[in-house]
């Protein structure tokens, strides 16, 4: 599904000086960072430290305290073009493994955002659904009940469910959960293909370490307020260890 580029110096997202509390307890603390489009960017961060929060005001799920959020150029609070934006959560492809739908149902059910709700599909909707079914492998899939397929298979279905909107940025919340380790490279072997070969933007939330530090381009460091924004092998300096999990942290790189 090949998606036009945008300008280098274009951003997805754009966020400034942004607080957020939740009954009184302090979420987010005075984070700014950008985004570039067609960015490969990894956030992580201890339990707690707001990456969660982070993105459900990306969302548009959580208004901030203060600051500013601006998506495409657009603030937040205007932005209604939510197509653009891909999202697939944390353990969605474990929490409803029962759900009786087969797998081209799921992510036919992904171009309603760009389409409405109760509107019939035209040849061009059609089109884009079998695309995003094959960019992410699943067309061999499509008469199967999501509950027949494999941990990573799933994955990939809902990820093709956000791809059938066509959106220009994919969020995943920890993607790699329920994907068994031996098709875990394959798997990252996808989304860097999304991110190279298609233009997307990817925004990978995890609690690895080792897989973000080598998957993606640029990281994103966050314990309520900014700890690093940068370079994945900046992220390796003792200091911003220490800042996000504190000093008996060790950190071991097993991947190559």
Same mark, same amino acid.
């Given at each position: 599904?090949?998606?036009?580029?945008?300008?280098?110096?274009?951003?997805?997202?754009?966020?400034?000086?942004?607080?957020?509390?939740?009954?009184?307890?302090?979420?987010?603390?005075?984070?700014?960072?950008?985004?570039?489009?067609?960015?490969?960017?990894?956030?992580?961060?201890?339990?707690?430290?707001?990456?969660?929060?982070?993105?459900?005001?990306?969302?548009?799920?959580?208004?901030?305290?203060?600051?500013?959020?601006?998506?495409?150029?657009?603030?937040?609070?205007?932005?209604?073009?939510?197509?653009?934006?891909?999202?697939?959560?944390?353990?969605?492809?474990?929490?409803?493994?029962?759900?009786?739908?087969?797998?081209?149902?799921?992510?036919?059910?992904?171009?309603?955002?760009?389409?409405?709700?109760?509107?019939?599909?035209?040849?061009?909707?059609?089109?884009?659904?079998?695309?995003?079914?094959?960019? #992410?492998?699943? /067309? +061999?899939?499509?008469?199967? $009940?999501?509950?027949? %397929?494999?941990?990573?298979?799933?994955? *990939?279905? !809902?990820?093709?469910?956000?791809?059938?909107?066509?959106?220009?940025?994919?969020?995943?919340?920890?993607?790699?959960?329920?994907?068994?380790?031996?098709?875990?490279?394959?798997?990252?072997?996808?989304?860097?293909?999304?991110?190279?070969?298609?233009?997307?933007?990817?925004?990978?939330?995890?609690?690895?370490?080792?897989?973000? #530090?080598?998957? /993606? +381009?640029?990281?994103?460091? $966050?314990?309520?307020? %900014?700890?690093?924004?940068?370079?994945? *092998?900046? !992220?390796?300096?003792?200091?911003?260890?220490?800042?996000?999990?504190?000093?008996?942290?060790?950190?071991?790189?097993?991947?190559?």
């Amino acid at each position: 599904m090949p998606i036009e580029k945008l300008s280098e110096k274009s951003f997805c997202i754009e966020v400034q000086n942004l607080n957020f509390s939740y009954n009184g307890n302090s979420v987010l603390e005075n984070v700014s960072f950008s985004v570039k489009d067609g960015e490969y960017l990894g956030i992580i961060g201890p339990n707690g430290g707001g990456k969660t929060t982070l993105i459900k005001i990306i969302l548009g799920l959580l208004k901030p305290d203060t600051g500013s959020v601006k998506i495409f150029g657009k603030d937040i609070k205007t932005f209604k073009e939510r197509a653009l934006i891909g999202y697939v959560p944390q353990r969605i492809s474990q929490s409803i493994p029962q759900f009786p739908a087969t797998v081209e149902e799921i992510v036919r059910s992904g171009r309603t955002a760009r389409v409405g709700l109760f509107k019939r599909f035209s040849e061009q909707d059609k089109i884009a659904i079998e695309k995003a079914m094959e960019t #992410a492998d699943v /067309v +061999k899939h499509r008469a199967r $009940l999501i509950n027949e %397929l494999s941990g990573g298979e799933r994955q *990939r279905v !809902f990820i093709a469910r956000s791809l059938a909107g066509e959106p220009k940025m994919l969020i995943l919340d920890e993607p790699s959960v329920g994907v068994d380790i031996a098709a875990q490279e394959k798997f990252y072997t996808f989304i860097e293909d999304l991110n190279q070969n298609h233009g997307l933007a990817i925004i990978f939330v995890s609690h690895d370490i080792d897989v973000v #530090a080598h998957e /993606v +381009k640029c990281l994103l460091c $966050l314990n309520k307020s %900014l700890v690093c924004h940068g370079l994945p *092998r900046e !992220f390796m300096k003792e200091e911003y260890l220490e800042k996000l999990y504190g000093k008996k942290v060790k950190f071991i790189l097993h991947r190559h």
